[in-house]
């Protein structure tokens, strides 16, 4: 921290260069080894002021080219961005107790609404939707005895195939029979929980953390331990550690360490190896929530923290639902050493998947197609969430601070002088938009001003009016 | 008991009249009230008569017609039928403990084999796999971007709009919006244990049960408590309640009261509405598994208990994977006053159901292709279960005894002389044939020297050659 001064110093002297136009997007940013000479700096000095600069969305990293200065987004110069969480020791929220709110909240999803806000994965045309019915009726032409025939234990091979080689790009090397097919993410942290923790166990889960695991956990009558995670880097280690001094009961970690949900943050890679290092060291099983990392606005793929595993102590979870097609609920799991326990867990609770849409989306992936609309969704996403921060910036009030991911389909919302989300969430539903409010991604009441914004929904008249509304909404509440 | 002597001798006069051909098939059997006359028996002596020889396979009965003479089964005047078992307390084998037992002979189901006699539905040409896959075929046309479009929740509209109607068939009267859509039976077992009970509860089974039961049981945590079920009449209600003056925390009691996992008893329907009002009284759940019922023989559809339930207490599961398609993992439950729990952890658990097949499902149902479907399948599978019964009786050593179900895929054998089922099902493993050893449907050992034979595959040669062997392994065990 000694150098915490001297890196802002730096930083803000390059947003300077960038908001008067002395650098323009595109710009290739002076080296480190550069800065470090130019302003006799310390390369961790420098370092910093460009992470700095990339976490606030000035700068985007290319790897092995360096950073480069950011198409500017007005977004980022209007409203500010969400800060780091204290270092804190972790929230003593263990005992799981909102599932009645959670589900209360989710059961209104049921009812259609103008404009949903609320949902984690792209608008429906975004997906291909085409080749994906194409491959599925030539799968039912070939295979006609396909709904006659009980599926295959495990997972359709040819999918496992595809699959394992799938897994490559996160650089996880894994045998086609080490991955269980299973009903999207959804049962693959069902499974993996199981598998590793009995009921008065307590898993370590970044705070804020997905809803559906809080749910999941409270179902399991396991209990969460809340960690500090920030908006930038991921869970805190170091509060992490903390929390294992003072508890002695953590059974398992659960961590989305790419565009993590909801704040979109990515660990460093470091991060993610003294992760896993730190698990295996202390006999602590590493739960991976893989489900985002496709969709990174850069081309070159996110490594897993699964690929610094040498024991079998990290299961590495993932689904097609955010990334390829929402209408299929096709995850699966590479669990190590509980690989055997997961699969038995697996029959006993739902017996294997159903063949069909495995066939559909190996054949999908196993062509160029795949990959080429990867690429198209990353784009189409990153214009819409670029879209929604700065419509969000312009017509939310004063203070708002918003999270910058560097992909995903959703932004997370830090509403100014303490306005509820619950209030929000109401109020917004009673004005047909559907946003989902932060009290479903904690225990505790630290992200009762939060909300969650899905960015997967094309720009349209519709939604810029839903927006609108939405910010109506907050501003009336703010007074 | 004190008319056993007389009903017996009864019983035998008429089984010696259809033996030399006095009575021939399709002859109705004089009426009880003949019965009584001519013999000068009481009402229940001539009931007991009439009962005993549709149970060993001489009679059928026929709703509102009487009892006629049934087609001879060879198989019947070879191997003796199971005996009803000893009115006995239930066994305390509570702590269940099969599981590694269950999952290695279940793994072996991933290697293929000539002939597999271990499952529990038809061979794949029994389903109607072309209208299936037209069906299919035309939702992928008419809704283009379904695989675009998130589940809906609690299952597809139309889908559970036909599964309303079906139910009623069984005597249920129930809402679409009461059914929620569940991965299969296995699913929907699952869900209905977690909503009723937790970790170290107790749920009474039959004895013998369904494997599946006893893993589902065991990795959640809960612990069986094995009731006497008979042959004949299913599960002992006698031996129920005097389990639960015995053991205090029973939380569920979970029945197959229609065609019986695996000895085929159907419960005569007083004891379902007994079961039901015992179940309600003494604040104990009733979890019904009704996945074979539209396979009994006769046309006329069984009543499920849930049919009995006026306060909500009884947890109705079914699926279509043994009736329809065993490819699609398609079940449903409809669970009373825990409806909005098993709904909760349905959602927390895997997510909703897909939406292809339930919409391929919900079209074939909806049309009279599946009532004809139902009504051949139940004649082809009779047929086969009776062929399947004379081989057996006619190469298996004497002393060997069959269940005689009046419907579903299967029969339940004792072997003679303690052979051990174990040993017969690695010796015919090894020659190519899978069937279930007995050691699965129990943590007692009670029925160690039973197999399960599926009798849902047509006959061949090449099944022929199969039951062959099986015969030569067995026979051999015997001495």
């Known amino acids: 921290m000694e150098s915490a001064p001297l890196y802002r110093k730096l930083a803000s002297h390059y947003q300077r260069a960038i908001e008067v136009g002395t650098l323009v997007p595109g710009d290739r940013m002076p080296s480190v080894r550069t800065l470090m000479e130019l302003h006799s700096v310390s390369l961790s000095t420098a370092l910093q002021a460009c992470r700095r600069m990339e976490a606030e969305g000035w700068l985007e990293a290319r790897p092995r080219a360096g950073y480069f200065v950011r198409q500017p987004a007005s977004a980022r110069s209007r409203a500010a961005l969400i800060e780091e969480p204290p270092a ?9 107790g909102i599932h009645a709110r959670i589900s209360a909240i989710v059961a209104t999803g049921r009812h259609p609404v103008e404009v949903n806000l609320a949902a984690a994965c792209g608008a429906p045309e975004l997906y291909p939707t085409e080749p994906l019915r194409h491959a599925a009726t030539r799968a039912l032409r070939q295979h006609p005895a396909l709904f006659g025939c009980p599926a295959e234990p495990g997972g359709h091979a040819a999918f496992r195939a595809v699959l394992a080689r799938h897994a490559l790009l996160s650089r996880i090397a894994v045998a086609p029979e080490e991955i269980l097919v299973t009903h999207g993410c959804t049962e693959a942290l069902n499974l993996a929980l199981r598998a590793v923790a009995v009921p008065g166990d307590v898993i370590a889960v970044e705070s804020p953390t997905y809803y559906g695991l ?17 908006p930038h880097t991921g869970i805190s280690l170091e509060a992490l550690e903390l929390a294992a001094q003072t508890y002695d009961n953590i ?7 790419n565009l993590q949900n909801p704040q979109g943050s990515i660990m460093p890679d470091e991060h993610k190896a003294r992760l896993v290092q730190w698990c295996e060291a202390t006999g602590v099983a590493l739960i991976e929530d893989d489900c985002f990392s496709a969709l990174s606005d850069d081309d070159t793929p996110l490594a897993a923290a699964k690929s610094w595993d040498r024991s079998g102590n990290v299961i590495h979870c993932a689904s097609l639902h955010k990334i390829m097609a929402p209408g299929m609920r096709l995850g699966w799991m590479t669990a190590g050493k509980w690989q055997a326990r997961v699969e038995m867990l697996k029959f006993s609770q739902s017996r294997p998947n159903e063949v069909l849409t495995q066939m559909t989306a190996a054949e999908f992936m196993a062509s160029g197609e795949f990959e080429r609309h990867l690429r198209r969704l990353r784009v189409r996403l990153r214009h819409q969430r670029e879209w929604t921060a ?23 919302v830090e509403l100014p002088g303490g306005i509820p989300s619950e209030a929000v969430f109401d109020r917004a539903l009673e004005a047909g938009v559907r946003v989902l409010p932060g009290v479903v991604f904690s225990n505790s009441n630290r992200f009762d001003h939060c909300l969650r914004i899905n960015t997967g929904i094309p720009r349209s008249r519709t939604l810029e009016q839903g927006f609108a509304r939405l910010a109506e909404v907050v501003r009336r509440l703010a007074g």
């Open 214 to 230: 809080l749910q999941i956990l409270e179902s399991l009558g396991m209990r969460a331990l809340e960690i500090p995670t920030s």
């Open 390 to 412: 700065e419509t969000i910036a312009a017509g939310f009030p004063a203070g708002t601070r918003l999270s910058a991911p560097r992909g995903g389909v959703h932004l997370w």
């Open 251 to 257: 059974r398992a970690v659960v961590v989305v360490p």
């Open 88 to 96: 804190a020791l972790p929230d003593p929220a263990q005992y799981v």
